[in-house]
């Protein structure tokens, strides 16, 4: 997420993180710095501008900032970028409503966001119908039943009918008669259509109580300002959707979008399956952005255990076994391609090395599992007594070649000899190593 612009801002924050004292020239220089990153992002001019002034504006409030620890300065940062995306009211799942009327441009990923709100919904004890009236993409019925049934979600279809105003008539008997808490209704991307429009308030107004959702996608980049104005002329937008955060795009989307569109951001998408979605954080957007710890996010992803106190033998006497429980934990947590992601400023160690985070083979540490599994528990507690009659056992029962085995017990023993060094088994600081840590093995052949 963000890895252009949160590889450079990161790079900015650690340039003053650790100064004791600030000139107004670091000041000045790293503000700029951070214009120059954001406008680069795609970020608007008029957003970039906002946002410098008021950083400024902040540090004029409190002269003291100009010239103290970097941490202060940083602190005015992440604050006002914070203020750039957060919602002004809080955010409610469903509320009263009845109805969400999905909309955006075409490939922005409404059809699949449906499904996400629906399940996310459902989820909370929520009876939930979905349909649709995009009667001009002809998959789009089929691709809406598909994602129901894989998700078990209810699902009403009138492929039948070419008027989108009878299907929404037909589809809300239904839903009174079978009694439904919800109705999520997938639309066609023609919001730059002004009949299609007049279409969408036509069908907005058959529905009581009810919200549109813009759905857009952070890969959308500049376009953004044309997307928001033209939405802007002809409808009310109750809440927003932003998907593809799992994408590479610059980032800057976000951003400038609440700056424009002055509606709620809901939910964000954060990849391609039906339960990557999740309620809009702005302190965790910013966070991933600064390149700055986000401790809510690792321990939503299960990733505490890489830095808590059921950890703290592995400073004493870490073995073959202690390893392989690593090596468990990080294959059911989504792969180590999606936790070293998620850990600040970690892409940049990563850059350092001729490999890069994402080409580590998720493969080879199942195989490495089937290593360990191999050996005895006395040669798992003293690796140093393998030797080749040992191997040639593990290579047999493993299914591997010695090789992979000789890889890995040279990663284990570089591994083993960080951790040592490393007071309070702090994680974050073995991680700065990972180039010396991380054989080439390990890597997509």
Do not use: C
Not at 26 to 33: A, C, F, G, L, T
Not at 98 to 106: D, F, N, Q, R, V
Not at 345 to 351: E, K, L, Q, W
């Amino acid at each position: 997420m963000f890895n252009n612009l949160s590889n450079k801002l990161s790079k900015i924050i650690n340039s003053i993180s650790n100064k004791s004292l600030l000139s107004r020239y670091n000041v000045n220089d790293s503000i700029e710095k951070i214009k120059i990153t954001l406008l680069e992002s795609d970020v608007s001019l008029l957003v970039v501008d906002d946002i410098v002034n008021r950083i400024k504006n902040k540090i004029k409030q409190n002269s003291d900032i100009s010239f103290t620890n970097g941490e202060q300065f940083i602190h005015v940062i992440h604050q006002e970028l914070v203020n750039t995306i957060k919602n002004n009211t809080k955010i409610s799942l469903v509320g009263k409503l009845k109805s969400i009327l999905l909309i955006g441009a075409p490939g922005s990923g409404k059809t699949t966001s449906a499904i996400k709100v629906a399940k996310l919904i459902q989820n909370t004890g929520k009876k939930v119908l979905v349909t649709s009236i995009d009667i001009y993409r002809p998959a789009a019925f089929n691709q809406l039943k598909l994602l129901s049934k894989l998700a078990k979600i209810d699902y009403l279809l009138l492929d039948n009918y070419i008027d989108t105003i009878d299907i929404i008539k037909q589809v809300l008997i239904y839903f009174k008669l079978k009694n439904y808490d919800i109705l999520l209704i997938d639309t066609a991307g023609k919001i730059y259509n002004h009949d299609y429009i007049e279409n969408i308030k036509m069908v907005h107004n058959l529905l009581k109580s009810n919200e549109i959702m813009l759905v857009t996608d952070v890969t959308i980049g500049q376009d953004i300002t044309n997307l928001a104005k033209n939405i802007n002329n002809h409808l009310l937008i109750n809440s927003i959707m932003i998907t593809k955060m799992d994408s590479d795009a610059k980032g800057g989307t976000i951003l400038s979008l609440k700056h424009i569109i002055h509606s709620p951001i809901k939910f964000i998408g954060t990849g391609e399956k039906i339960n990557e979605i999740e309620l809009f954080d702005p302190n965790k957007i910013i966070n991933r952005i600064l390149g700055t710890v986000d401790t809510l996010s690792l321990s939503n992803t299960n990733y505490n255990y890489l830095n808590n106190k059921h950890n703290n033998k592995i400073n004493n006497n870490f073995n073959l076994s202690d390893f392989l429980k690593q090596l468990k934990k990080i294959n059911r947590i989504s792969g180590i391609n999606g936790i070293l992601s998620k850990i600040p400023g970690i892409a940049n160690v990563f850059d350092n090395t001729k490999y890069g985070i994402n080409n580590i083979d998720t493969k080879f540490l199942i195989k490495a599992e089937a290593i360990i599994n191999s050996m005895t528990n006395l040669e798992r507690n003293n690796p140093l007594i393998i030797k080749s009659s040992h191997k040639k056992r593990i290579s047999k029962g493993s299914g591997v070649n010695i090789q992979d085995i000789n890889i890995l017990l040279k990663q284990f023993f570089l591994v083993q000899k960080t951790i040592k060094k490393v007071k309070n088994n702090n994680f974050l600081k073995i991680l700065n190593n990972m180039n010396k840590l991380v054989a080439s093995k390990f890597y997509k052949r």
